[in-house]
């Protein structure tokens, strides 16, 4: 920390220096009028320039130096990428070039230059002016080690977008995959909406809410869990396919999967089934990583997956019986299946639900191991009180989860509409609630009056899109994709 202190004390004195020679060190009149990637687009295949000397006046931040007395050569990064411009003394003139003989790696700065090839043949701007825009006052990380601390770059975003240009990568490519989502689901005539973040009863998914509190209204708030049920009430309004991409709050814990906020896509069409949805995401899927990749075959942390359509699909029964070691003599028999969970090492209460029972078997031998595109199905009615029930076996439902890559990317559902089974379902919730079970549903009784008033045969999803990034950027943290991740207190 010593030398740190030591290396802001000397920037700082090169600000009062500036300032006292009449040099503003953060000027606010500089209009850059193009970008590196303008300059690589019109010379950056020929080996022909404009005679005319065609002026290009770009601004970035100054990453890298190699000085060879009157003259430099600097690397530029603006928000397009980087160049090197060539600073020489006889041409920017003695008093600019001894200002610019102060300015430090990490400095923004701005050039007026034509565009030449050096020596070795690389693409460059000849500087005829320099300009100092902003001083920095803290050093940029060694130019050879960059930011390789990952908490320090979660922390310090604006650090590891600076110095690591596959971080800048990764979320660009973040906002393009939105934009490709947006653009597909408004070409099939779903209509954007925006619903409550703040719910006075919680709902739409298993999880723990964050609790806050409205002074005026006096009344507790829930930071939503997800968009569902206010999705659905559009449904009921007329409005018969919406879609919404947003943030999910859930109180629960942080790891390379999670994260307390997140953003999904939740969407909703009227007279569509689950199994329509199953080829509506392949479809959707495979359009934005042709569009991001271009490909639909890639590697994720060291796993090739292929996009090609179809994509597999397995009852959750099915899966269990593929991937585990048991028999469906088994895992149909509840006293087996909990005896076989327990050799498994799940420590499951004697009394849990059997729908529980072999999610909690799903979840411990499948999941993982379901590295190809994978719809399950059919999972049971208990873990499920959103879902319409299977008109030919009342103990499952008409639902699918979509899992890639050993994680779940989404989960859908044909909507459960009879609000006499919806009032029911929620009042077995609220009886696990009761028992302890914090991420039980609450009873939410308006959300009941408007399925009274009739919701249309109805399919719903929710995609997770931090872990669609993760998966078509090779990304091995949702902290990666998420540019600002939750973190413990700074230890000072």
Same mark, same amino acid.
């Given at each position: 920390?010593?030398?740190?202190?030591?290396?802001?004390?000397? =920037? =700082?004195?090169? %600000?009062?220096?500036?300032?006292?020679?009449?040099?503003?060190?953060?000027?606010?009149?500089?209009?850059?009028?193009?970008?590196?990637?303008?300059?690589?687009?019109?010379?950056?295949?020929?080996?022909?320039?404009?005679?005319?000397?065609?002026?290009?006046?770009?601004?970035?931040?100054?990453?890298?130096?190699?000085?060879?007395?009157?003259?430099?050569?600097?690397? @530029?990064?603006?928000?397009?990428?980087?160049?090197?411009?060539?600073?020489?003394?006889?041409?920017?003139?003695?008093?600019?070039?001894?200002?610019?003989?102060?300015?430090?790696?990490?400095?923004?700065?701005?050039?007026?230059?034509?565009?030449?090839?050096?020596?070795?043949?690389?693409?460059?701007?000849? +500087?005829?002016?320099?300009?100092?825009?902003?001083?920095?006052?803290?050093?940029?990380?060694?130019?050879?080690?960059?930011?390789?601390?990952?908490?320090?770059?979660?922390?310090?975003?604006?650090?590891?977008?600076?110095?690591?240009?596959?971080?800048?990568?990764?979320?660009?490519?973040?906002?393009?995959? %939105?934009?490709?989502?947006?653009?597909?689901?408004?070409?099939?005539?779903?209509?954007?909406?925006?619903?409550?973040?703040?719910?006075?009863?919680?709902?739409?998914?298993?999880?723990?809410?964050?609790?806050?509190?409205?002074?005026?209204?006096?009344?507790?708030?829930?930071?939503?869990?997800?968009?569902?049920?206010?999705?659905?009430?559009l449904v009921v309004g007329g409005l018969e396919r919406v879609f919404e991409i947003n943030r999910n709050f859930r109180n629960e814990g942080i790891s390379v999967r999670h994260n307390p906020e997140f953003t999904m896509m939740e969407f909703y069409q009227a007279y569509a089934t689950y199994e329509e949805l199953?080829?509506?995401?392949?479809?959707?899927?495979?359009?934005?990583?042709?569009?991001?990749?271009?490909?639909?075959?890639?590697?994720?942390?060291?796993?090739?997956?292929?996009?090609?359509?179809?994509?597999?699909?397995?009852?959750?029964?099915?899966?269990?019986? #593929?991937?585990?070691?048991?028999? +469906?003599?088994?895992?149909?028999?509840?006293?087996?299946?909990?005896?076989?969970?327990?050799? @498994?090492g799940l420590d499951l209460p004697q009394d849990i639900g059997y729908g529980k029972l072999v999610m909690e078997i799903f979840d411990e031998v499948v999941e993982h191991k379901l590295i190809q595109p994978t719809f399950i199905?059919?999972?049971?009615?208990?873990?499920?009180?959103?879902?319409?029930?299977?008109?030919?076996?009342?103990?499952?439902?008409?639902?699918?989860?979509?899992?890639?890559?050993?994680?779940?990317?989404?989960?859908?559902?044909?909507?459960?509409?009879?609000?006499?089974? $919806?009032?029911?379902?929620? @009042?077995? $919730?609220?009886?696990?609630?009761?028992?302890?079970?914090?991420?039980?549903?609450?009873?939410?009784?308006?959300?009941?009056?408007?399925?009274?008033?009739?919701?249309?045969?109805?399919?719903? #999803?929710?995609?997770?899109?931090?872990?669609?990034?993760?998966?078509?950027?090779?990304? +091995?943290?949702?902290?990666?994709?998420?540019?600002?991740?939750?973190?413990?207190?700074?230890?000072?």
């Amino acid at each position: 920390m010593e030398e740190l202190s030591e290396l802001l004390l000397q =920037r =700082r004195r090169k %600000v009062d220096a500036l300032w006292e020679a009449g040099v503003n060190p953060y000027p606010n009149d500089f209009k850059p009028l193009h970008t590196s990637a303008d300059v690589v687009a019109a010379y950056g295949d020929t080996e022909q320039f404009d005679a005319s000397g065609e002026q290009y006046i770009v601004a970035g931040r100054m990453l890298a130096r190699r000085s060879f007395g009157k003259a430099a050569f600097i690397q @530029l990064q603006d928000r397009k990428g980087r160049i090197q411009v060539y600073v020489k003394k006889d041409e920017v003139g003695a008093e600019a070039f001894e200002t610019f003989e102060s300015f430090d790696i990490g400095d923004i700065v701005g050039i007026e230059g034509f565009p030449f090839r050096t020596k070795t043949g690389e693409l460059s701007l000849h +500087a005829k002016q320099i300009r100092l825009l902003v001083k920095s006052l803290h050093p940029l990380p060694e130019k050879f080690h960059g930011l390789t601390d990952l908490e320090t770059r979660y922390r310090q975003r604006y650090v590891d977008l600076i110095v690591n240009p596959e971080a800048r990568d990764v979320f660009i490519k973040r906002s393009r995959i %939105v934009n490709l989502i947006r653009g597909f689901m408004a070409g099939r005539d779903f209509l954007e909406v925006e619903t409550p973040m703040m719910h006075p009863i919680p709902g739409g998914a298993t999880a723990r809410p964050f609790v806050t509190h409205h002074n005026a209204l006096d009344m507790q708030l829930f930071l939503r869990i997800a968009p569902e049920l206010y999705l659905k009430r559009l449904v009921v309004g007329g409005l018969e396919r919406v879609f919404e991409i947003n943030r999910n709050f859930r109180n629960e814990g942080i790891s390379v999967r999670h994260n307390p906020e997140f953003t999904m896509m939740e969407f909703y069409q009227a007279y569509a089934t689950y199994e329509e949805l199953m080829n509506f995401t392949e479809e959707l899927f495979c359009h934005v990583a042709q569009e991001i990749l271009g490909t639909l075959d890639f590697t994720c942390q060291g796993n090739e997956i292929s996009f090609k359509r179809p994509w597999k699909r397995l009852t959750v029964r099915e899966a269990i019986l #593929e991937h585990g070691d048991v028999d +469906a003599k088994q895992l149909d028999d509840r006293d087996l299946a909990l005896a076989y969970a327990r050799g @498994l090492g799940l420590d499951l209460p004697q009394d849990i639900g059997y729908g529980k029972l072999v999610m909690e078997i799903f979840d411990e031998v499948v999941e993982h191991k379901l590295i190809q595109p994978t719809f399950i199905t059919a999972y049971p009615t208990e873990v499920s009180p959103l879902s319409r029930k299977n008109d030919h076996n009342p103990d499952i439902v008409d639902r699918f989860e979509l899992i890639i890559g050993g994680r779940e990317i989404a989960n859908a559902f044909s909507e459960l509409n009879d609000p006499v089974d $919806q009032k029911e379902r929620f @009042l077995s $919730q609220v009886a696990e609630k009761n028992k302890g079970d914090e991420e039980a549903h609450y009873m939410d009784e308006d959300y009941v009056r408007a399925l009274e008033y009739g919701m249309p045969p109805t399919a719903g #999803e929710g995609i997770g899109i931090d872990r669609l990034v993760m998966l078509l950027t090779d990304s +091995a943290s949702i902290r990666d994709v998420i540019l600002f991740p939750q973190l413990r207190k700074e230890m000072k």
